[in-house]
């Protein structure tokens, strides 16, 4: 006897070997045993056997007309020995019951499945649906088809143009388009970005690492909604002549400084800060805008701003205007440069000049300052606050050290991008030049004077805290935001808000509202303040920040390490740059000399921390960012006054491999955040008069 049966989900035929109570031991055609029990049981036979059953069961069913089937088949359950009697016209004989029933169960659209041998035939309103889906899903396979040729012609379907990006970034997966483009990449060996790029659907790397994080953090667009430039009450005018000292690219600029020597020999110097908290209010359609946003974001060359042209154009300090600010005070006795007193005050500003770095660096250093050579404006003021920035230096030194950390090394240099036209200039500025120190010294003692203004007055304001924490050296020694005054060891300050840059962060925006409250209401300041005592909307601001910060300064580092490629393309072109030299970070981390390009060079031989060594450009990719190199030889490692372009001792003691690791695909800056982090601070307040640009200008 043989069994026509089913088992998991296929139909199959045997010879009964044995039968015990409600099992069958079965032997198919391919000689394997199988228990099988009799509820699976389809049809029992005696002839033909089990092999031929099934081929000419296969025939049958394929020569069954289905629509012919559905119709016999009427609107009741039945059964497919049933129908088999109508559809043959006589009871089926075992290879047509069983061509028949697999017919059936290869139908689903036209007939349910009820049990085991038993069906229902489609309602027809359910059956023509089924069928125009069909039909649908054929037309669309011949238009992916389609749309998968052009691709491979390196021509983009047109329709396919509006939605390069969301196929890229954040595709839907069923769509045809999805779907082509997928299989696409699969035929060429490739990925949907380069394909993209082949195609024209992206311009250039440029542009698909921009639309990448505009997709990401900008999906509706970098622009800004109309607005109404608020207005701010007639106000004191300062009797001060500022200035502010900024790189050339720059068009935020938030702080100017001034010298006034008193009337008893004491020195007020007075640091200024944009005041676009007088116009904006919390809550407001701006202050919305620039709390979406959080920071403007930079980039070589370009840059997304925070707050809208027109507004940061009403609140920028520019020279010739008298401009809404911030003011802080500081009166010096000049004999020993001790602070007597501090004043915050909310003032009208003359600004006499917008100095910049590009024509003043080479005018401006210690020893001009030291010998009084040179003509530059402002070069009195100049002088003054250059003496008090060394005194400040030297106490937060003390203060620094006195929290068991190493002093400060300023032997590092800063990298400026400068864009034109597509062809990028990449210039190095050694750290810790005077007119730097002068800015970075004059925002740290501002951020941290009004940080603890606000403490004094119970005001809450968002700080930068380091050191105190919990764990090993790398969690102690995180910089964290908190919203209560706390110690800034890195820095050497008792507490650290930032406040200087109230155009280009929101922090610094939150943080003069408060501080505005403190100088105009006094001990009334906590009940008037935006932002009162454990406002849970602070701790959102922070956190927000947080998230949108780091994303930024994510994305600056690939915009840089992209135009790092793209100078070395340059230099090449120009029959330069096929081989160079880099410096030994640690292991297997090097680190161009000429432009702050990171490597990783796996089977580095040990070589010492800090010396240099000759490279081969081999290959590089604009799109993924990658680089490889051939070691050519290790040089003389620089005498000690040419460290200043490598990564200080303490910096590689400190930083953990992994965090090496990680750093290798990023620019320099990624590897100028020591755990104790002081350098990447001070160089953020040194961006203050260059940008915000942490370490490269925009």
């Known amino acids: 006897m043989n069994l026509f049966f089913e088992e998991s989900g296929d139909f199959k035929a045997g010879t009964v070997l044995s039968q015990q109570g409600e099992a069958y031991q079965v032997e198919l055609p391919t000689g394997k045993r199988s228990k099988i029990k009799s509820k699976d049981v389809l049809l029992q036979y005696s002839a033909p056997t089990p092999h031929q059953l099934l081929e000419d069961a296969q025939k049958i069913a394929q020569d069954v007309d289905v629509d012919f089937l559905w119709e016999v ?23 047509e019951a069983a061509g028949l029933l697999m017919r059936l169960h290869s139908s689903p659209i036209y007939f349910y499945k009820k049990g085991r041998g038993r069906y229902k035939a489609a309602p027809e309103a359910s059956l023509k649906a089924a069928q125009a889906g069909i039909e649908k899903k054929q037309q669309q396979a011949v238009i992916q088809a389609q749309y998968v040729e052009q691709l491979k012609a390196n021509q983009l379907p047109e329709v396919m143009q509006p939605s390069v990006l969301h196929l890229l970034f954040k595709p839907d997966k069923n769509s045809i388009e999805y779907k082509a483009l997928d299989a696409a990449c699969n035929e060429l060996q490739t990925t949907p970005q380069r394909l993209m790029l082949a195609v024209g659907g992206i311009a250039s790397p440029k542009e698909l690492h921009f639309s990448k994080f505009r997709y990401e953090f900008f ?55 944009a005041a676009p908290g007088l116009g904006i209010k919390r809550d407001d359609a701006i202050d919305a805008i620039a709390r979406h946003r959080m920071s403007t974001v930079y980039m070589p060359g370009d840059k997304i701003t925070m707050l809208p042209d027109e507004l940061v154009a009403a609140f920028s300090l520019d020279e010739g205007k008298n401009c809404p600010a911030l003011s802080l005070y500081a009166t010096l006795n000049p004999a020993d440069w001790t602070l007597i007193s501090t004043e915050t005050k909310v003032e009208a500003v003359p600004i006499s000049a917008n100095l910049r770095h590009n024509t003043l660096d080479a005018l401006v250093t210690e020893a001009t300052l030291a010998s009084g050579e040179g003509d530059y404006p402002h070069k009195a003021d100049i002088a003054v606050l250059w003496q008090w920035v060394q005194v400040l230096e030297q106490v937060r030194m003390a203060k620094r050290e006195s929290f068991g950390l190493r002093p400060e090394q300023n032997n ?21 030049a005077p007119l730097d120190k002068i800015v970075a010294e004059l925002m740290i003692f501002a951020n941290s004077t009004w940080g603890k203004f606000m403490a004094d007055h119970g005001v809450p304001g968002i700080y930068r805290a380091q050191g105190g924490g919990s764990g090993g050296w790398a969690a102690k020694m995180q910089v964290r935001m908190v919203t209560h005054a706390a110690p800034h060891q890195g820095l050497g300050v008792d507490q650290y808000a930032w406040s200087t840059s109230p155009l280009r962060r929101y922090t610094d925006l939150v ?25 849970a909307d602070l701790f959102a601001i922070v956190s927000a920040f947080d998230a949108a910060y780091s994303g930024y300064g994510d994305f600056q580092s690939n915009m840089e390490r992209y135009w790092c490629l793209r100078w070395l393309g340059q230099e090449q072109k120009e029959g330069r740059a096929k081989q160079v030299e880099a410096v030994v970070l640690k292991d297997e981390i090097l680190r161009l000399v000429d432009i702050p390009l990171v490597i990783k060079l796996p089977g580095m031989p040990a070589v010492a921390r800090g010396a240099q060594v000759k490279l081969d ?46 750093a290798m695909d990023m620019p320099h800056e990624s590897l100028e955040i020591p755990l104790e982090v002081p350098v990447d601070e001070t160089a953020e307040e040194n961006e203050e008069a260059e940008n915000g640009t942490p370490v490269s200008g925009a």
């Open 73 to 95: 088949a009427g609107q009741e359950e039945f059964g497919f020995a049933e129908l088999g009697a109508e559809y043959f016209g006589h009871a089926p004989q075992p290879a």
């Open 412 to 432: 590092r240099v800063d990298f400026n991008f400068y864009v034109t036209d597509d062809v990028v200039t990449i210039d190095r500025r050694k750290r810790g």
């Open 511 to 535: 943080n003069q509202w408060q501080i505005l409250a403190c100088a105009e209401k006094g001990i009334a300041a906590p009940l008037v303040a935006p932002f009162k005592p454990r406002d």
């Open 617 to 662: 450009i081999l290959r590089w990719d604009e799109v993924d960012l990658s680089i490889e190199v051939r070691l050519l030889e290790v040089l003389t490692p620089p005498a000690s006054d040419q460290l200043e372009e490598q990564e200080d001792d303490a910096l590689a003691d400190e930083l953990e491999s992994e965090e090496l690791d990680a």
């Open 219 to 273: 999906p509706k667009g970098v622009g800004f909604p109309a607005i109404t430039v608020p207005s701010v009450a007639a106000l004191p005018v300062a009797d001060v002549k500022a200035f502010s000292i900024d790189d050339v690219t720059t068009t935020e600029i938030d702080d100017a400084l001034s010298v006034v020597t008193l009337a008893d020999g004491n020195v007020r110097i007075g640091i200024h800060i």
